[in-house]
T-cell receptor, first 109, second 115 residues
């Protein structure tokens, strides 16, 4: 079966750095996405990785290792508005997105 | 209209009733999707459409039907609602269904409660 694993919940302090991990086992791989979802709102696109390595976009970076079936999202200089759920999703061999259950990130002052 | 809209925003429905959730996009995207999101579970694909006139079944299609008469609209119908269909429903669209770089854009969601 296909499986995406990410921690259910994480807590971090405003101004700090947090790393949210995602491991996957899917039938094929055509890319990995990270989305942000604030409570009661729709998911919004954050990042996309298809090759190994780190993609940096402002305060957010995403890393991929295809051989390990592993990705992480790194958030720097945390702000209160970063409190949200972060969803990891893999595009499988049929070009369908397989979603993790999401990691709820709580930011404390 | 800008992006994707969904209607209604929320709905309480008696079991056994028929219900259609509406989704409209104005980005001229080829592909559209319906997901349900339940607490503790990832987004699960119900049905999808790669282009107008075609539809396909996702992971959890039972009890749902869709149609894609044109590019912009992708309604989801529950023929006879059951309590297990209580969920938040998201419609999404993307420019090209089979492109690795394709990004899905989501509507605001419909919160459906079946009693």
């Amino acid at each position: 079966g296909q499986n995406i694993d990410q921690p259910t919940e994480m807590t971090a302090t405003e101004g700090a750095i947090v790393q949210i991990n995602c491991t996957y086992q899917t039938s094929g791989f055509n890319g990995l996405f990270w989305y942000q979802q604030h409570a009661g709102e729709a998911p919004t696109f954050l990042s996309y990785n298809v090759l190994d390595g780190l993609e940096e976009k402002g305060r957010f970076s995403s890393f991929l290792s295809r051989s390990k079936g592993y990705s992480y999202l790194l958030l720097k200089e945390l702000q209160m508005k970063d409190s949200a759920s972060y969803l990891c999703a893999v595009l499988d061999s049929n070009y369908q997105l397989i979603w993790g259950a999401g990691t709820k990130l709580i930011i404390k002052p | 209209i800008a992006g994707i809209t969904q209607a209604p925003t929320s709905q309480i429905l008696a079991a056994g009733r028929r219900m259609t959730l509406r989704c409209t996009q104005d980005m001229r995207h080829n592909a559209m999707y319906w997901y349900r999101q339940d607490l503790g579970l990832g987004l699960r694909l119900i049905h999808y459409s790669n282009t107008a006139g075609t539809t396909g079944k996702g992971e959890v299609p039972d009890g749902y039907s869709v149609s894609r008469a044109n590019t912009d609209d992708f309604p989801l119908t529950l023929a006879s609602a059951v309590p297990s269909q209580t969920s938040v429903y998201f419609c999404a669209s993307s420019d090209e269904a089979s492109a690795s770089t394709d990004t899905q854009y989501f509507g605001p969601g419909t919160r459906l409660t079946v009693l």
